[in-house]
């Protein structure tokens, strides 16, 4: 079911959500797979739609920092990038408040949880008429190339599609930027549309993160596949590949023929459901430069090509 981006849709989704049932929303970055946050069987019907291993926390979209004070312990850090980037394309994994009411398969039993209030105008209207926190991972099955239009999430589940809000193409394209705060400092989980470095410039420089449990999403070795073979910094095509290309590059799909890195997160994932789509068995990549948000591609075609 396609939910129109107006009132009624709106309204709908909201009347979905509330009574524990699962709505894919359109956000900035890409479309999310959204339940409520305190209904145990509303993230089991999440997990079971995404195939998603349980051991991997899900993101928890809010309305604002008033609503994140009730599920979270926001420090004077968590406050200024609150301030500096919210709504936006950040999530901030915290201490979990003691007896906050999110399910516990949301932090996958961990004493944290992640926290994002999301800038979509449709995303942010359904959590006001909802009233209450929504837990959305990517509007597709796990590990498979996340959705940035509504197309891409019918395809991605089938027969099985929740109701659709749609929203049209996400803008940014790219999943949030996930920092966790730590007692002694702050690290980067997840690189995203907001660098390091504009982080960095409100609280100081990062962290390095030690490999080990899974925090948040996008951490697993293999994330985010096509589903067939994906040759990283490629120049040239072979016959057998798709080749996504960047910049003044003769392609198949290009994600920027002007080398806009902006432009190339946005349509990241889009080329990806084209190459998975065509016929040839193989996907090369151009090579992308490793600076902003282009850290934030190469991450994600590494997890792809893994």
Aim: hydrophobic share 45%.
């Amino acid at each position: 079911m396609m939910l129109e981006p107006d009132a009624a849709g709106i309204a709908r989704a909201a009347e979905i959500l509330r009574g524990g049932g699962l709505v894919a929303l359109p956000t900035e970055t890409v479309y999310g797979l959204a339940a409520r946050a305190d209904g145990e069987a509303a993230i089991a019907a999440i997990y079971r739609a995404k195939g998603r291993p349980d051991f991997n926390p899900l993101i928890v979209h809010v309305t604002g920092p008033e609503q994140a004070q009730r599920l979270a312990e926001l420090d004077d850090r968590a406050r200024l990038l609150a301030e500096r980037f919210w709504p936006g394309p950040l999530t901030m994994v915290l201490p979990l408040r003691p007896g906050a009411p999110v399910a516990a398969a949301v932090t996958a039993g961990l004493p944290t949880i992640a926290l994002r209030m999301p800038a979509h105008p449709l995303m942010q209207a359904v959590l006001r008429a909802a009233d209450v926190p929504l837990a959305a991972p990517s509007a597709n099955r796990s590990g498979s190339v996340s959705p940035t239009s509504a197309e891409h999430v019918i395809a991605s589940f089938g027969d099985g599609t929740p109701p659709v809000l749609d929203g049209g193409t996400c803008e940014r394209g790219l999943e949030s930027t996930i920092v966790a705060l730590r007692p002694g400092g702050w690290q980067l989980l997840r690189p995203g549309p907001i660098a390091e470095s504009a982080v960095a410039a409100v609280l100081g420089d990062a962290m390095a993160v030690t490999p080990g449990r899974i925090e948040a999403p996008g951490q697993l070795a293999r994330h985010y596949s096509p589903g067939k073979p994906l040759r990283l910094e490629a120049s040239v095509a072979q016959e057998d590949e798709f080749l996504i290309g960047f910049g003044p590059v003769t392609s198949d799909c290009s994600l920027s023929p002007s080398g806009d890195l902006a432009e190339a997160a946005a349509r990241l994932y889009a080329c990806l459901h084209e190459a998975a789509k065509c016929e040839l068995p193989r996907i090369a990549v151009s090579r992308i430069p490793n600076e902003g948000i282009g850290a934030a591609i190469n991450d994600r075609l590494r997890r792809a090509a893994a």
